[in-house]
């Protein structure tokens, strides 16, 4: 008598948790928790153990009713943002997004973190859902670093203060990198090195020590740099970037 394969010993198969992340649905941990939540089913039968092993093709994975499709050829793309167009690949109101910028034939991409409308810079975009989950995970603290022209010239107590964290309306901001990289006559450029992401957070952070941002531009994330990469302009990531992507990402979490 043969004993009949059960799901966990088929080739290629994966935990559940695994496969949604990979389709970008939420993080391993929370998908496991979206899992015994009972929201989703594997061939019509609702699964509650986050132990369900899945074979991507095979099986078909519903997730609050909805087919879940890890993507099949993983991309990821640099994009330098420009002025005036939104984070978002579609804005109610109109306006440009990032979509845009995307090329003709690429599988549907998503942007990982956000830029404000009018920073310009790096953004990376991908249809990898689970480095994107990691990356933008808070507890990753990925090193971003801007490059600000500012009104009038920071001194050394307003670096200091940049570095040692400044009171904004949602609290005191964490150790930052800061440093002037140019003067002139009324203005200044400033690079932050940021390990946190909240709202504006910038901005904010200048403002409150009385030098607001003329012109923002991320020129780092993580392990990728922008280089000379034109506004406006895509590339797709050299293999040793993505490479290093993934060791960052799956250092922090
Ligand atoms: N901080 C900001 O203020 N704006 C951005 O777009 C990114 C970081």
Known sequence: MTTPQ???????????????????IASRRAS?????????????EV????????????DEVRLDGAVVEPPAELVYLMLNKPMGVMTTLDDP?????????????MPRVFPVGRLDYTTTGLLLLTNDGELAQLMMHPRHHVPKLYYAVVDGIPDAGDLTQLRKGVLLDDGLTSPAGARVVQVRERTAAVELTLREGRKRQVR???SAIGHPVIALSRIEYGPLTLGDLPEGAVRLLEPHEVEALRASASGGV
């Open 93 to 105: 109101q109109g306006r440009p997004t990032v979509a845009d910028y995307i090329p003709p034939g």
């Open 204 to 206: 904010r952070m200048l």
């Open 47 to 58: 699964v509650t153990s986050p132990g369900t092993k899945i074979v991507a093709g095979t």
């Open 32 to 44: 496991e928790e979206i899992v015994a939540a009972g929201r989703v089913s594997v061939n019509g």
């Open 6 to 24: 059960t799901p966990s010993e088929r080739e290629g198969a994966e935990r559940i948790a695994k496969f949604l992340a990979r389709a970008g």
